[in-house]
T-cell receptor, first 114, second 114 residues
Framework: LAKTTQPISMDSYEGQEVNITCSHNNIATNDYITWYQQFPSQGPRFIIQGYKTKVTNEVASLFIPADRKSSTLSLPRVSLSDTAVYYCLVGDRNSGAGSYQLTFGKGTKLSVIP | ETGVTQSPTHLIKTRGQQVTLRCSSQSGHNTVSWYQQALGQGPQFIFQYYREEENGRGNFPPRFSGLQFPNYSSELNVNALELDDSALYLC?????????????FGPGTRLTVT
């Protein structure tokens, strides 16, 4: 499983765009990149997933360069409720044992300031 | 659609005891994964069940065991509890054949071992 590196913490003011970058130098051909959000005392919540280029949904965008050695989660116009820990995960759905098994790092603690 | 539920919410046990945690999968999901999350850390993969069979295991000792039932609900059993087993235990369900690798997490069970 590819190891990921992301900043331990970030601060942002309300209304700003926040970009969190994750490094995954040894990503494999079959690996997908997935981001989860976790609030205190809750289970993680899926945000977005991609393989290459750009993916956008109603809450975030995911930018993946051609070499796929990094990815950037972009949260547009954050609010106080976006204060949470954000995890970048890289893995292969069929990593020998069947369905996708998530490997979490320590994540990035995002604090949104009024 | 009912989400993932876990019981109990909180639990206090003594070192050496045994504990059983329960999880009900989201409707239509056939895969259940269990994670342990220590304070300040990301969730760590314990094991996964697909159609009642263990389908992958993380770096946890054999005293961590599980079951999945025909209705896809699941149990996590931990024997000979140790102080380091104190953590938030998360259950996540998914549909193995779905195109997305999204896993749906429950709220977790907070286990305290004294």
């Amino acid at each position: 499983l590819a190891k990921t590196t992301q900043p331990i913490s970030m601060d942002s003011y309300e209304g700003q765009e926040v970009n969190i970058t994750c490094s995954h130098n040894n990503i494999a051909t079959n690996d997908y990149i997935t981001w989860y959000q976790q609030f205190p005392s809750q289970g993680p919540r899926f945000i977005i997933q991609g393989y290459k280029t750009k993916v956008t949904n109603e809450v975030a965008s995911l930018f993946i360069p051609a070499d796929r050695k990094s990815s950037t989660l972009s949260l547009p116009r954050v609010s106080l409720s976006d204060t949470a820990v954000y995890y970048c995960l890289v893995g292969d759905r069929n990593s020998g044992a069947g369905s996708y098994q998530l490997t979490f790092g320590k994540g990035t603690k995002l604090s949104v300031i009024p | 659609e009912t989400g993932v539920t876990q019981s109990p919410t909180h639990l206090i046990k003594t070192r050496g005891q045994q504990v059983t945690l329960r999880c009900s999968s989201q409707s239509g999901h056939n895969t259940v994964s269990w994670y342990q999350q220590a304070l300040g850390q990301g969730p760590q993969f314990i094991f996964q069940y697909y159609r009642e069979e263990e389908n992958g295991r993380g770096n946890f000792p054999p005293r961590f065991s599980g079951l999945q039932f025909p209705n896809y609900s699941s149990e996590l059993n931990v024997n000979a509890l140790e102080l380091d087993d104190s953590a938030l235990y998360l259950c996540a369900s998914s549909e193995r054949e779905a195109p997305s690798y999204e896993q749906y997490f429950g709220p977790g069970t907070r286990l305290t071992v004294t």
